[in-house]
């Protein structure tokens, strides 16, 4: 099997430090978003909607959307958990990782499509949605500040996909200027550990 993947992009380092944390080893296929090799008919074929990552198993059948590649090695490769044992783990681990994905992730991604104009190609960039975008993931810091001054993590007492998807955020975020200001100490503290874990280089 093998991942098309773009190093530089956030999304598919979700998953690569997903697979690097359950100690999978993957055939990583490299595309150029700027180029559009992600857009060409055969990426298309492998995923209608022409995004990174995808995986691509042996028997040809193609996963796209990073979560589901995700819960793919969560089920064949269970530990460690990433993504919860119980019932209320799953659900908890999984509400953060939507609010995360929603409320930061996908916020700082628009702030960079629609204020930089990389992919102006291929879409109208508004000015304005972008800068709205990034005032919003400013103000989800906020959140996760509050939150990490109860739990060492952002789901619980335990590193999982919501701190994935927060660190890639964050971290991809430098890009269009939205930092953890002094006033998030508990995001910081929480920051400098998950930066250190091995993984995070992947």
């Not at 799953?90 to 953060?96: D, S, Y």
Request: proline share 4%; hydrophobic share 40%.
């Amino acid at each position: 099997m093998k991942i098309y993947d773009t190093h530089t992009a956030p999304t598919p380092r979700r998953v690569r430090i997903f697979l690097a944390e359950k100690g999978i080893a993957m055939e990583y296929v490299q595309l150029d978003l700027q180029k559009g090799e992600n857009m060409t008919p055969e990426m298309r074929a492998k995923n209608p909607i022409g995004k990174v990552p995808v995986l691509e198993l042996d028997d040809g059948t193609c996963i796209g959307e990073s979560v589901a590649i995700c819960r793919y090695f969560e089920v064949l490769h269970p530990e460690p958990l990433l993504m919860g044992e119980t019932a209320l783990q799953q659900a908890k681990i999984e509400m953060w990782q939507r609010q995360v994905e929603f409320g930061l992730f996908m916020q700082v991604g628009m702030c960079f499509q629609h204020s930089t104009g990389y992919f102006k190609d291929r879409m109208t960039p508004i000015a304005e949605y972008g800068e709205l975008a990034g005032k919003t993931a400013s103000k989800y810091l906020h959140v996760l500040e509050k939150q990490l001054a109860q739990s060492e993590f952002i789901a619980g007492d335990t590193f999982s996909i919501a701190d994935i998807t927060a660190l890639c955020a964050i971290d991809f975020a430098r890009v269009v200027k939205i930092k953890i200001s002094d006033q998030h100490t508990n995001l910081q503290r929480w920051y400098d550990s998950v930066s250190q874990r091995p993984s995070a280089k992947a």
